[in-house]
């Protein structure tokens, strides 16, 4: 194991903000990541760098959790258990999943990061979770340095949320991630009206045939991280409650809504930027992106302070204008 200093992050996050680490190390087996939590009191864990923003340098260790493997276990008639080691790629995942025939997570194609972090934050696109697929995440008990393994109800999975980030924050690395897969009779949702519009000359889509058209429609709409840096949906989608909405209904009646429960609602993000006027606006290096106003990015060598700035700036005017609280998705460091 070799640990670098006074080393750059940018290539290490999706917003390419050109942070330094005091330390820098690469872990790819359990052993290398036990004997780097002995050796440092204090450290930074980073996998995928998909879903944070850094507003500073990292005045400490820098783990890059980057453990590899997929195994194939306990395969039954219609459905098989596969595990995927923290530091493997979603989306690479997503796809051998696919080529395997294993079903349940296509509607997860091109989501950025590793598997590692698809529990915490509970992943989700187009009317479907990760946690619905989740049989139980493994994880080292950064105190004990042993390793324990949470189950599906464990880990009080929510919207964008885990115990995780919650109780259990900072308490454990993610190792790796089992998931309870369809092998056949695949259970498909396609009920989002854009990917209907996609698949609309296919009469029975396969489950590569709805990966193939969400990365299609993610493409259209989101910016390549390798391209123009981002982190994807920097905001949550709010949940008020149905008497807030009726009050804004009356206001911008023609405002979309998904039911949450008999007494919530769930409004899009990304349509309340975009009424307040920031959709494609740009702030200097940063800005909000033209083709979804959901994503904040960096148009080159923006500081993560300039874009976090942006941030503040659109959640006080959705206050503002909508009395509704914007909660950031991203984790801002």
Wanted: net charge positive.
């Amino acid at each position: 194991m070799q640990y670098s200093s006074n080393f750059s992050l940018k290539n290490y996050n999706t917003f390419g903000i050109n942070a330094k680490a005091k330390k820098f190390i690469s872990v790819k087996k359990l052993s290398e990541l036990k004997q780097v939590l002995q050796d440092n009191n204090d450290y930074f864990l980073l996998g995928g760098g998909s879903n944070m923003l850094l507003t500073k340098d990292i005045d400490t260790t820098v783990v890059h959790v980057n453990l590899q493997g997929i195994i194939v276990n306990n395969q039954k008639e219609n459905y098989v258990e596969v595990t995927a080691m923290a530091g493997e790629n979603w989306h690479e995942f997503v796809l051998w999943c696919i080529d395997q025939n294993f079903g349940g997570i296509e509607n997860l194609s091109l989501i950025p990061g590793n598997v590692g972090t698809c529990p915490i934050q509970n992943i989700g696109a187009y009317g479907f979770e990760v946690k619905d697929t989740i049989v139980s995440v493994e994880v080292l008990n950064t105190k004990t340095l042993k390793t324990e393994t949470f189950t599906n109800s464990e880990c009080e999975f929510g919207y964008r949320n885990s115990i995780f980030k919650n109780t259990a924050k900072g308490q454990y690395v993610i190792t790796s991630v089992t998931f309870k897969l369809t092998t056949k009779n695949h259970l498909t949702n396609t009920s989002y009206g854009a990917i209907q519009e996609e698949l609309k000359n296919i009469s029975t889509p396969t489950i590569k045939d709805i990966s193939n058209a969400i990365i299609a429609i993610r493409n259209s709409k989101l910016p390549n991280p390798k391209e123009i840096g981002n982190s994807g949906s920097f905001f949550k989608n709010p949940v008020i409650s149905t008497s807030i909405f009726s009050e804004i209904q009356k206001k911008h009646p023609e405002i979309p809504s998904y039911p949450v429960s008999e007494t919530t609602i769930k409004i899009p993000a990304g349509w309340l930027i975009e009424k307040a006027g920031f959709k494609g606006k740009r702030f200097g290096k940063a800005g909000v992106h033209s083709k979804q106003a959901l994503v904040l990015v960096n148009y080159g060598n923006a500081t993560g302070k300039e874009i976090y700035e942006i941030a503040k700036k659109i959640q006080r005017k959705i206050k503002s204008e909508f009395e509704i609280p914007l909660e950031i998705e991203v984790n801002v460091y």
